[in-house]
């Protein structure tokens, strides 16, 4: 059995996302009518989204807890369980064993509603709820069971959420609904606010309630009698709901087993004017009622015009308009959020019965045993006490509000809904009091940091000129540089091209000489043969007076023998041929070797045959091939590739070069084979020599790096034939095996764009 502290009744905890309006402000007030009846006291925290304070606050002033919906995490709940207090929820089911639920019994009333509509002939219902409630998803549910059950077909469409449970989430959801353009001519509402909010809106638009559209609530508050129509709805009897919540406890605290599980309170259909009931069957607020009503939105609207604008002081001063409800209040504050650790420090007190509680001020105590109720004086009327307890934060800024009044009749307890309006107020005014006080801060300090940023803006402007104009000396500079580089570049390609051509120059005198030679030699022989011409021609122009003299005749005739003029005539043709094909192989030679040495700065990008390229590279080089090695040409057919035909041209000969290189002193074999395939072309020089060393593969594109003898190379080669491939998007890469030979291969787009 749990047994309170010998100088205080037994304690009730309760926890709740809202303590005031429809529904949580009935709830609360039959909650405090139980306990009262039990001798119980009701200490109320507001928990769930608008709660800074995660538990253990007023932990140790509570003996048993009720949860009002899902307001805590699971971690929250753990940690209630494990106090071993018992535990009761209201309106959610947590699945615990430890924890009874007592919840709304939705699906009779419901059921109940959807056949009353069907019986008047509707078919198209659509429905509105906050859907990421609860118990307004267990009310989707059974909407939708009874839409089967009539054989209805259930239309997503026209299930809207509501942003809100209120007035003005009604309205939203009319809008979103008649947005759809979908027709529907009955409405059902997961709460009596959004139901009103539906009407009025469908009013303002011209839709007739209940003539066009049927509309339905949910909760049975006052405003449902005073609407107009007035609001049919369903009544979930919140007394019952909160009699059997504080009877569990009361149970469990007298020792009884823990009862885990749902228990489910009736509810009742209440049909009314607004979805077509008669007349008869509708109730009407009493006179009283509806004036004290009125009573207190008129007190609530004076009250949050003078809250409007106070600031935490002023609205501190306000909290004596609770005089009439309350013993006294109290205000825990910490100062830093980020420091605080688990103890409040009173920063308050308000005295509303002469409780003498004003030496609090100042004192700290742990959140468990906030606020400090052993403070307030004892009596036989401190058993109907109730304290409720609203946590307030912005940024670092806390504030926790306790308040304690006295039950001392059901006419106190009536009044709760409208203490907990003024606490509301109070709670809120709180927080835009804070806000206000954050946000002046912040504007302070957002002109200070402006300040500092136009400071800084103005160091940081001056700085990048200084650095901009360095820049663009470095700049300068640097161009100059790259201009001066280039140039290296061109003339370090242009000297390896003239080394090249020097070690080729002693071979292609020998290629000019050789045809230079013969025609030298033909041409003599052809002068002969002229001189003997004339020589003939001459005696017959001697001989024409005496042409008729048979001596002379026989003169002519011998020496026509003795000089072969017939033989002259075949022969003189087939000099000439020769002279002529010598004199076109010189020209060949001549301008193959002019265009190789060419300087890259004259070159051009140009549509090129790379086959043509490579026999004009093999003709400028026979001398040095012919001795040392044959050439086996195996030429696919490539279509023209744009580049610079030169620099190609050279660094086709380094590689057919470094091939000759490779035979030492016997004579080998060189196969040139190219390709093209997918937007490539290739280009391969495969020969049967000493091939490459694996230490050596790695370096052979490095500049200067030669195998060969010091003097007969310069190790540039391949360290120009790589960059030029690179320049043209192109690959060259060596595959080689030592006394088996070496494969060079390069490969290049069909249209490289220049770079580097």
Aim: net charge negative.
């Amino acid at each position: 059995m749990f047994r309170a502290a010998a100088d205080r009744p037994m304690t009730i905890g309760v926890l709740s996302p809202y303590l005031g309006g429809f529904y949580f402000g009935d709830l609360m007030t039959d909650l405090h009518r139980q306990a009262r009846a039990a001798g119980m006291s009701l200490l109320s925290i507001r928990a769930g989204h608008r709660s800074p304070i995660s538990l253990p606050i007023a932990h140790e002033l509570v003996d048993a807890w009720i949860i009002i919906l899902d307001c805590l995490t699971g971690a929250q709940l753990d940690q209630i369980i494990a106090s071993g207090k018992p535990v009761v929820s209201i309106a959610h089911d947590f699945g615990r064993a430890e924890v009874a639920s007592v919840q709304s019994d939705n699906r009779t009333a419901i059921a109940a509603a959807v056949d009353f509509l069907v019986r008047e002939g509707h078919r198209d219902i659509a429905c509105v709820g906050v859907f990421s409630q609860s118990d307004q998803i267990l009310r989707l549910a059974e909407f939708r069971r009874s839409l089967t059950r009539h054989g209805i077909a259930l239309r997503p469409d026209c299930e809207v959420g509501a942003d809100q449970f209120g007035y003005a989430g009604g309205r939203t959801a009319a809008r979103t609904l008649m947005a759809t353009g979908k027709a529907f001519t009955a409405v059902m509402c997961f709460t009596d606010l959004i139901a009103s909010g539906m009407m009025d809106f469908l009013t303002e638009h011209g839709v007739r309630v209940p003539q066009d559209v049927a509309v339905i609530g949910y909760d049975n508050e006052p405003l449902t009698l005073i609407s107009s129509p007035p609001l049919a709805t369903i009544d979930q009897d919140i007394a019952a709901q909160a009699r059997l919540a504080v009877t569990l406890v009361r149970e469990q605290l007298e020792g009884g087993v823990r009862r885990g599980g749902a228990l489910l309170v009736e509810n009742r259909f209440l049909p009314r004017a607004s979805c077509g009931a008669p007349a008869q069957a509708q109730a009407r607020m009493s006179a009283f009622d509806q004036a004290r009503h009125a009573t207190e939105i008129s007190i609530g609207y004076e009250l949050t015009k003078d809250l409007i604008g106070a600031d935490f002081v002023k609205v501190l001063e306000r909290m004596w308009v609770l005089a009439p409800y309350l013993e006294w209040a109290c205000i825990g504050q910490w100062s830093d959020f980020a420091q605080h650790t688990d103890r409040l420090r009173v920063h308050d007190v308000l005295d509303l019965k002469n409780a003498h509680t004003q030496y609090l001020i100042g004192t700290e105590l742990p959140i468990t045993r906030f606020p400090p109720l052993r403070a307030l004086p004892d009596g036989a009327g401190s058993r109907g006490r109730f304290t409720t307890v609203v946590p307030i934060l912005f940024a670092h800024k806390w504030t926790v509000l306790a308040v304690t009044g006295i039950h001392r009749s059901d006419e106190d307890v009536a009044r709760y809904p409208t203490l907990m309006h003024y606490i509301d107020l109070l709670s809120l005014a709180m927080e835009r009091s804070v806000l206000d006080e954050e946000t002046r801060a912040r504007v302070a300090r957002q002109e200070s940091v402006e300040c500092e940023i136009l400071r800084v803006n103005h160091e940081l402007e001056e700085r990048v000129r200084r650095r901009t104009e360095s820049l663009e000396q470095s700049n300068a500079r640097l161009t100059e540089t790259n201009a001066k580089l280039s140039r290296a570049h061109t003339q370090l390609v242009q000297a390896e091209k003239l080394a090249s051509i020097g070690q080729l120059a002693a071979g292609v005198a020998h290629e000019i000489n050789n045809p230079i030679g013969y025609i030298s030699s033909n041409f003599g022989t052809l002068q002969h043969y002229v001189e003997d011409m004339f020589a003939v021609i001459d005696a017959y122009r001697a001989a024409e007076p005496l042409i008729a003299e048979p001596a002379a005749a026989r003169r002519l005739q011998a020496l026509r023998g003795t000089l072969e003029l017939d033989l002259l005539k075949e022969d003189i043709p087939t000099l000439m041929g020769e002279c002529k094909e010598g004199i076109t192989r010189v020209r060949k030679i001549v301008d193959d070797l002019k265009n190789f040495s060419r300087a890259d700065e004259h070159d051009v990008w140009q549509w090129t045959d790379l086959n043509q390229g490579i026999d004009s590279t093999l003709n400028i080089i026979h001398s040095e091939i012919k001795f040392k090695a044959d050439v086996v040409k195996q030429y696919g057919t490539l279509p023209k590739v744009r580049c610079m035909p030169s620099q190609i041209n050279q660094v086709v000969m380094n590689l057919i070069v470094n091939a000759v290189h490779a035979f030492d002193n016997r004579r080998g074999r060189i196969v040139i084979s190219t390709g093209a395939a997918e937007g490539e072309v290739w280009i391969d020089v495969a020969d049967d020599g000493c091939g490459i060393s694996e230490t050596n593969l790695t370096r052979i594109f490095d500049p200067f790096f030669t195998t060969r003898p010091v003097g007969k190379g310069t190790g540039l080669g391949l360290s120009i034939s790589y960059g030029i491939i690179q320049r043209h998007g192109g690959q060259i890469t060596v595959a080689s095996e030592p006394d088996r030979g070496t494969s060079m291969r390069i490969v290049l787009p069909l249209e490289a764009a220049p770079s580097g």
